[in-house]
């Protein structure tokens, strides 16, 4: 690995890495907050995945949630949102392509060759952070619309990987949903029932969460009604009987001042499960 970036933050450090991920073929960056803690020995951590455009760098530099972090002792790891270089797929859309992995792997061409963020994100990722920074076992998840879908899928495909699951602003039922539809069809094909495997709310229905689940949305999201759907992922969880707290918050948008708002209430939501 080869760090580009030391910051000291609240006591802590943030910093950024690049890495040759063998999941992706490609170089990848990613962010890394380590609060005051980790300097005596190792702690658990959150997963954060952003949303479509951004980088590993959106939540590290507008969230503000280092300060809280440092305070709860929790490391924040930030991956990037989709797979870069030259020779990587791309498309002149901001919902496509590169900064829209979407947090899946895709079946296609010419995606799938490098589109494999749940892999990366899962299994990849991961390990190398475990092997590299003091991390003990405990992880939760969490993230941003585009990052808010993956964190959920995340959480609901692989349980055993975390102790607890937020997400912001979330694209709550894809497969309905244009920016969905549209990434689904490109990187899965036009089978469906493929798609099944990466809609939240699908998944929640069908297996249900051991996990807690907290989701916040903002009633002025321009995007909530359409892309988000949040009824459905409350729905599913109705039916599924699974843990899903669901607030919403009026007047909030769906802009990183959002995030930035309430993420205090999402630091101490996870605390509370990786102390357990």
């Known amino acids: 690995m080869e760090k580009l970036a030391d910051n000291l933050a609240f006591g802590g450090r943030q910093q950024q890495w690049r890495h040759d991920a063998d999941t992706l073929s490609c170089r990848m960056r990613f962010s890394v907050f380590l609060p005051p803690a980790a300097e005596q ?13 951004c980088s590993d760098e959106n939540f590290s530099q507008k969230a503000g949630a280092q300060r809280l972090a440092a305070e709860l002792g929790i490391a924040l790891l930030m991956p990037d949102t989709s797979p870069r270089g030259e020779e990587v797929a791309d498309d002149d859309a901001y919902d496509l392509g590169q900064g829209a992995g979407f947090y899946l792997n895709a079946l ?8 494999r963020m749940y892999d990366y994100v899962t299994r990849e990722l991961p390990a190398l952070l475990r092997e590299s920074f003091p991390l003990n076992g405990r992880c939760a998840i969490a993230g941003h619309s585009m990052g808010g879908h993956g964190a959920l899928v995340c959480a609901l495909r692989r349980p ?9 602003s979330p694209i709550c039922r894809p497969m309905q949903a244009p920016w969905g539809r549209k990434a689904f069809a490109a990187y899965l094909g036009d089978n469906e029932e493929t798609w099944r495997e990466w809609d939240a709310s699908e998944l929640l229905a069908e297996r249900g969460s051991p996990l807690p689940l907290r989701v916040d949305v903002g009633l002025a999201d321009p995007f909530l009604a359409e ?3 949040p009824e459905a992922l409350q729905l599913a969880a ?3 009987d699974a843990k899903l707290e669901l607030h919403r918050h009026s007047g909030y948008d769906h802009s990183y001042y959002f995030v930035a708002s309430f993420i205090d209430e999402h630091l101490r939501f996870h605390a509370r499960h990786l102390r357990a």
């Open 108 to 115: 296609r061409d010419p995606w799938r060759r490098h589109y």
């Open 227 to 229: 892309q988000l759907q």
């Open 238 to 240: 109705r039916q599924s």
């Open 41 to 53: 020995g190792r702690v658990p951590w959150l997963l954060w995945l952003s949303g479509l455009t």
């Open 160 to 168: 055993q990987d975390y102790v607890s699951a937020s997400a912001f």
